[in-house]
């Protein structure tokens, strides 16, 4: 099985940040764990949110643990509803994705051809869309409900709970909106280990080599 982390922001994310309401959108101490065990890990990040933390950007594409795809660069909604974003215009789907994939390439030489609706909201008309973009749509069947949680226990408890033999477990590295996810992980780690699961790159997973 294998571990996700999708990194948001949005333009309002943006001005909540500019403006002082929110802190932080990097959750460096989620790094600093995975980095300290060697944990592999797979990071999608969003292109708004790489423009404003290329330093922890630089840092996730140094580690030959970490994998990097694609989060869009916008974060807008390739579908609705989801979760009250604005939707992005079908005809630029497939732009604001191939925008994303080439600033990551600034970033690694090792990209992944690995990309992650935000949100997780799609359709047809969404994949038909990014189709030229040359993609690997890559969804989950585990969130851990980070995202906005409130309890350390119920994260793990929902991870835990869903995890079996192949699952993609998806968390988040955007601080302020999953403020717990560097308290819980090492309780997941520890509980998927527990469970007999190895902790794998999305690659080789894909690959069909690890559990």
């Not at 099985?1 to 959108?25: A, H, I, K, P, Q």
């Not at 594409?61 to 970490?66: I, V």
Request: net charge negative; glycine share 6%; hydrophobic share 45%.
């Amino acid at each position: 099985m294998t571990l996700t982390f999708d990194s948001n922001m949005t333009v309002d994310m943006l001005d909540r940040l500019d403006s002082g309401r929110v802190e932080s959108y990097a959750n460096r101490a989620v790094l600093d764990y995975l980095e300290r065990h060697h944990l592999p890990a797979t990071f999608f990040l969003a292109g708004l949110w790489v423009d404003r933390y290329p330093d922890v950007t630089r840092r996730i594409a140094a580690d030959p643990n970490f994998e990097i795809g694609s989060h869009s660069y916008l974060h807008l909604a390739f579908h609705a509803p989801c979760y009250g974003e604005d939707v992005i215009p079908v005809a630029q789907m497939a732009a604001d994705v191939e925008r994303s994939e080439r600033q990551l390439r600034h970033f690694t030489r090792h990209l992944t051809p690995y990309f992650r609706f935000p949100g997780g909201c799609y359709d047809r008309t969404a994949l038909r869309a990014i189709a030229p973009a040359g993609v690997t749509v890559i969804q989950y069947d585990d969130p851990s409900g980070d995202a906005f949680g409130t309890s350390v226990p119920a994260i793990v408890a929902q991870a835990l709970d869903h995890a079996q033999n192949g699952s993609i477990i998806v968390m988040h590295i955007t601080e302020a909106n999953a403020p717990l996810t560097a308290l819980a992980l090492p309780a997941i780690v520890d509980g998927l280990r527990a469970k007999g699961l190895r902790i794998v790159k999305l690659s080789t997973l894909l690959a069909g080599s690890g559990s």
